[in-house]
C-alpha cells in the first residue's frame, strides 16, 4: 500500500515562501509521476505542477515562475517550492502519484492513483 504524507503548510503574507514536502512510503518506482494539486473552497481541483522520472517538471500557468517542483529519490520525498505566493493560491494541497511513467496530461489529476490526505496554505494580504 502506497502512502503520502504532506507537510509545510501554513499562513504567509502575501509576497511570501513556503516549502512543503510530501514523503511517499510503501511501494513506488523513482520512475512514476508525481505530482501537485490544489483545491481553494468552492473551487475545482487544480493541477499545480508536475514531475516525471526524469525530473523534467510541468507546471501551471498560474505558477509557472514562482513554484518549483522537485524530489528526492533516494528519500522518498516530493517537493514544492512557493515563492511569491499571492491570496489566490491559497488552498488545500495535495501530492499525488501515478503508476506510470508517461502521462499525455500530467496535470490531469484523474490519472493520478494516489493521494496524500492534503496540507492547508493560507496567504493573505
Known amino acids: 500500500q502506497v502512502q503520502l504524507v504532506e507537510s509545510g503548510g501554513g499562513s504567509v503574507l502575501s509576497g511570501g515562501s513556503l516549502m512543503l514536502s510530501c514523503v511517499v512510503s510503501?511501494?513506488?518506482?523513482?520512475?512514476?509521476?508525481m505530482a501537485w494539486f490544489r483545491q481553494a473552497p468552492g473551487k475545482e481541483r487544480e493541477g499545480v505542477a508536475a514531475?516525471?522520472?526524469?525530473?523534467?517538471?510541468t507546471y501551471a500557468d498560474s505558477v509557472k515562475g514562482r513554484f518549483t517542483i522537485s524530489k528526492d529519490n533516494a528519500k522518498h520525498t516530493l517537493y514544492l517550492q512557493m515563492n511569491s505566493l499571492e491570496p489566490g493560491d491559497t488552498a488545500v494541497y495535495y501530492c499525488?502519484?501515478?503508476?506510470?511513467?508517461?502521462?499525455?496530461?500530467?496535470?490531469?489529476?484523474?490519472?493520478?492513483?494516489?493521494w496524500g490526505q492534503g496540507t492547508q496554505v493560507t496567504v493573505s494580504s
Open positions: 499525488a502519484e501515478a503508476m506510470d511513467t508517461w502521462l499525455a496530461l500530467p496535470l490531469d489529476g484523474d490519472t493520478y492513483m494516489y
Open positions: 510503501g511501494y513506488t518506482e523513482s520512475g512514476y509521476y
Open positions: 514531475i516525471d522520472g526524469g525530473g523534467v517538471p
